[in-house]
């Protein structure tokens, strides 16, 4: 069975700094995708970046990026210039039509 | 609509009332989720809507907790004899496309449920 870990139940950073979120799943497939969620106090998910498996460029969108090791079956995500508005639950989170979640990273950014 | 649009936006509820919670996703979404998450925790499946038919309710707990989605647009999710375990974040999600696992989905702001 897919699982997926999240072992920072909390983090923090320094405004403009930069942080890394770990996340580790379990698979059998070879072909699959991987996003990151980030869920602010609105409660509302929102997409902040996907990997293809295949892949074997790290996806990057603005100041996100990820280190996907998938010999490892690791899937972190760094923030870089850390903003006040980066402050949230952030999410792991492995698709199987159904989506298969961590139990999420709260960030908090301090200025 | 724009978004996916979730209401109530909060409802509480007596302890053994039913209740009724609304998801109304992106026009033409073929595929719809619930997610029942609790405080501090991650979402956790409840049920698929491909179109109007249930194809997954794996993730019901019980049988007090009933969803349809009668004309492949809108759904609802019933509880009925609300208890105190129910008390959650309720999240619906809907994806353009079924079968898809690349694009993620787009999910509404949800409804906090508060069993009393």
């Known amino acids: 069975a897919q699982t997926v870990t999240q072992s920072q139940p909390e983090m923090s950073v320094q405004e403009a700094e930069t942080v890394t979120l770990s996340c580790t799943y379990d698979?059998?497939?070879?072909?699959?995708?991987l996003f990151w969620y980030k869920q602010p106090p609105s409660r509302q998910m929102i997409l902040v970046i996907r990997q293809e498996a295949y892949k074997q460029q790290n996806a990057t969108e603005n100041r996100f990026s990820v280190n996907f090791q998938k010999a490892a079956k690791s899937f972190s995500l760094k923030i870089s210039d850390s903003q006040l508005g980066d402050a949230a639950m952030y999410f792991c989170a492995y698709p199987r039509r159904k989506l298969i979640w961590g139990l999420g990273t709260s960030l908090a950014v301090n200025p | 609509g724009a978004g996916v649009s979730q209401s109530p936006r909060y409802k509480v509820a007596k302890r053994g009332q039913d209740v009724a919670l609304r998801c109304d996703p992106i026009?033409?979404?073929?595929?719809l989720f619930w997610y029942q998450q609790a405080l501090g925790q991650g979402p956790e499946f409840l049920t698929y809507f491909q179109n109007e038919a249930q194809l997954d309710k794996s993730g019901l707990p019980s049988d007090r907790f009933f969803a349809e989605r009668p004309e492949g647009s809108v759904s609802t999710l019933k509880i009925q004899r609300t208890q105190q375990e129910d008390s959650a974040v309720y999240l619906c999600a809907s994806s353009l496309v079924a079968g898809t696992l690349a694009y993620g989905y787009t999910f509404g702001s949800g409804t906090r449920l508060t069993v009393v």
């Open positions: 698979t059998s497939e070879s072909d699959y995708y």
């Open positions: 026009s033409g979404h073929v595929s």
